[in-house]
């Protein structure tokens, strides 16, 4: 006589239906959640290119990766990675934990986020204050290895590094790049000529630059990263053993080496931005939009008017779409502290003042590094 089989404690129908119930409220907030603005500037020294950025700070978590950390957990309970009252834990320099830990408070599920020491500290007390654990690192190469201990104690690692490029469905599903495409329909210019972003995990990029080849879009993929990153090493040789040439104060993009995610082939263009232009033009962006943004965000701006510069010079016109990725807050203590720039040699006078000159005569000049 056959015996009934014997299920497993996490394939049992009890978790099913908490898993069930975990989509469901994920579907939930994502219906609740409505689109980021798509902020348009008319920068004087660019007569007929307009200039456009996505306001992903706008999200419940404050960031772009509030995308991401919705995709993570459903990737992970999907693939029946994630059971009722695991732990969760991912690598993170912050702005991705915070969404994750957002997330895990929703879903009633402890978190920790294995982060390098010198996060900005207003990160941390915000992944704290959402309930999560911050396990600090000295050396940021250590993440990934730390979060491999955590999971090997049983806790759901979430690998946004590993996993950000498959976790995303780039064919549509209000990714990120169909609202761009989607928002723009009724602008004067509604295929921009460039996209731009920075490559942190690789998601973004890789589900823009996939996004626009289903698409069969004319749009170009410009990623905008710090100095001799990891990305900007492998990209130009497509070696993926590539390491990055300089550290850099760049949270959340700037990788020291090149991640699972980083997909070069969908790249068209890549440009390095010194940390003291990125810092320069997160503090032009206050000036330009009125409120602040973090340094990635600068870093896109550098690349935009780059591009621009570049258009301007062959009598070309259109539009350039980029994101604003995080809120300025999340760096009152470092980016945008003078004493913090200062002890840092940090100094930005120069390269504000070369952007500057660029955004009043649509002429590029290199910023100081």
Not at 148 to 156: D, I, K, T, V
Not at 193 to 218: H, P
Not at 257 to 276: I, K, Y
């Amino acid at each position: 006589m056959n015996q009934p089989i014997a299920l497993q404690p996490h394939h049992t129908s009890h978790d099913r239906a908490w898993v069930h119930d975990a989509l469901a409220a994920l579907a939930q907030e994502a219906a609740r959640s409505a689109d980021t603005h798509l902020l348009k500037l008319a920068l004087p020294g660019f007569p007929g290119i307009d200039f456009y950025f996505k306001d992903e700070a706008a999200h419940p978590s404050g960031s772009l990766k509030h995308r991401l950390a919705r995709s993570l957990f459903l990737y992970a309970l999907c693939n029946g990675r994630l059971h009722e009252g695991q732990p969760v834990v991912d690598a993170s320099s912050g702005s991705t934990a915070i969404s994750e830990a957002w997330f895990a408070r929703m879903l009633g599920l402890s978190f920790t986020a294995v982060m390098p020491a010198c996060t900005a500290p207003r990160k941390i007390r915000d992944v704290q204050a959402l309930g999560g654990h911050c396990d600090l690192v000295d050396d940021p190469s250590q993440v990934h290895a730390r979060a491999a201990e955590h999971a090997a104690r049983g806790a759901c690692h979430l690998d946004q590094f590993g996993l950000a490029e498959r976790a995303t469905d780039w064919r549509g599903n209000n990714n990120i790049a169909e609202s761009i495409i989607q928002q723009m329909a009724r602008e004067p210019q509604p295929m921009p000529a460039w996209i731009v972003c920075g490559a942190g995990t690789g998601g973004t990029s890789a589900t823009i630059g996939r996004y626009l080849r289903y698409r069969r879009l004319e749009t170009r993929l410009c990623v905008a990263e710090p100095t001799g990153s990891g990305f900007v090493q492998g990209w130009r040789t497509l070696d993926r053993g590539a390491v990055a040439r300089r550290p850099t104060v760049i949270e959340g993009i700037g990788r020291p080496r090149v991640e699972a995610g980083f997909l070069f082939e969908v790249v068209d263009h890549v440009v390095e931005v010194p940390d003291t232009a990125s810092v320069a033009a997160a503090w032009m962006l206050e000036d330009l939009l009125g409120r602040r943004y973090g340094g990635s965000s600068g870093t896109n701006l550098v690349a935009c008017l780059q591009l621009a510069a570049s258009m301007r010079a062959r009598g070309e016109r259109g539009s350039i779409v980029s994101l604003l990725c995080d809120p300025g807050e999340r760096y009152t203590e470092t980016l945008f502290d003078p004493a913090w720039l200062a002890a840092r040699s940090i100094e930005i006078a120069p390269a504000r003042a070369a952007l500057e000159r660029c955004l009043a005569t649509g002429t590029w000049t290199h910023p100081l590094a």
